[in-house]
């Protein structure tokens, strides 16, 4: 079995390869590992191999491995749905939310957010997919979404998140991309600062970049296959 050192480094190639591909700088694009299910032992093991940045769907197992890294002054995003009954547990262990979908999720870790830490860090989470997808906001509904969250005191709305069909060809992949890319386009020129596209997994990074991904979120590549219990 690959090591985490030596898949990260493929990892970074790959990234590095689309950027160039796509006329992009890589630094434009940044990489956010994806620890769900695996132990702190193996976070440990890549921040020891350079990296700073994880992703956590599940809100019990992420506050487990903040806590029990918390001296290593990682960044920690929540990539997961979040419940309204754990947005305060959410709130007090992340550093960012990718999956908000609903304004009421949105004021809630905006009240509940500490006024002594730094604003929560949040991506809409769009659904790209039409019927072939059931977490996202809907894209027509996404701007009404981006503003009100944009005005709530403890959360900085930084950009947009999609999980396209995960049996998509190339061509409908780009599409699903292209659509992320065009709607923080359009959410830009009404005045939203949005900096972030976070698109592209293990399988499909390389087309989220060349439609514009600032940050892909890759497990499977660098940790290896998940097995769920
Ligand atoms: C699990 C997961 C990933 C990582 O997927 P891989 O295919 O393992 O790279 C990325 N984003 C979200 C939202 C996930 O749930």
Redesign the pocket.
């Given at each position: 079995m690959a090591s985490i050192i030596t898949n990260l480094r493929v990892v970074r190639a790959r990234i590095a390869a689309a950027a160039r591909a796509a006329g992009r700088d890589p630094a434009s694009v940044s990489l956010?590992a994806?620890s769900?299910t695996w132990p702190a032992s193996q976070v440990h093991a890549a921040f020891e191999a350079g990296q700073r940045a994880f992703?956590e769907?599940y809100v019990q197992e992420g506050t487990e491995k903040v806590a029990a890294l918390a001296e290593l002054g990682l960044v920690w995003h929540f990539?997961?749905p979040v419940q309204s009954n754990k947005t305060r547990l959410v709130a007090d262990a992340f550093d960012w939310v990718?999956?908000i979908d609903r304004l009421k999720i949105a004021e809630r870790l905006s009240a509940q957010r500490d006024a002594a830490r730094p604003p929560l860090q949040v991506c809409l989470?769009v659904n790209v997919s039409g019927e072939a997808s059931k977490s996202g906001v809907a894209p027509d509904e996404a701007p009404a979404l981006a503003h009100a969250v944009a005005a709530l005191p403890r959360l900085c709305l930084r950009g947009l998140?999609c999980?396209p069909e995960?049996d998509g060809d190339q061509g409908t992949l780009r599409r699903r991309f292209a659509l992320l890319r065009q709607l923080r386009e359009r959410l830009v020129s009404e005045g939203l600062a949005l900096d972030t596209l976070?698109m592209g997994?293990?399988?499909?990074?390389e087309a989220a970049i060349a439609e514009g991904a600032t940050l892909?979120?890759?497990?499977?590549?660098?940790?290896g296959?998940?097995q769920y219990p």
């Amino acid at each position: 079995m690959a090591s985490i050192i030596t898949n990260l480094r493929v990892v970074r190639a790959r990234i590095a390869a689309a950027a160039r591909a796509a006329g992009r700088d890589p630094a434009s694009v940044s990489l956010l590992a994806v620890s769900k299910t695996w132990p702190a032992s193996q976070v440990h093991a890549a921040f020891e191999a350079g990296q700073r940045a994880f992703g956590e769907n599940y809100v019990q197992e992420g506050t487990e491995k903040v806590a029990a890294l918390a001296e290593l002054g990682l960044v920690w995003h929540f990539i997961g749905p979040v419940q309204s009954n754990k947005t305060r547990l959410v709130a007090d262990a992340f550093d960012w939310v990718h999956s908000i979908d609903r304004l009421k999720i949105a004021e809630r870790l905006s009240a509940q957010r500490d006024a002594a830490r730094p604003p929560l860090q949040v991506c809409l989470q769009v659904n790209v997919s039409g019927e072939a997808s059931k977490s996202g906001v809907a894209p027509d509904e996404a701007p009404a979404l981006a503003h009100a969250v944009a005005a709530l005191p403890r959360l900085c709305l930084r950009g947009l998140m999609c999980i396209p069909e995960p049996d998509g060809d190339q061509g409908t992949l780009r599409r699903r991309f292209a659509l992320l890319r065009q709607l923080r386009e359009r959410l830009v020129s009404e005045g939203l600062a949005l900096d972030t596209l976070s698109m592209g997994m293990s399988h499909d990074l390389e087309a989220a970049i060349a439609e514009g991904a600032t940050l892909v979120r890759v497990g499977t590549a660098i940790f290896g296959e998940r097995q769920y219990p």
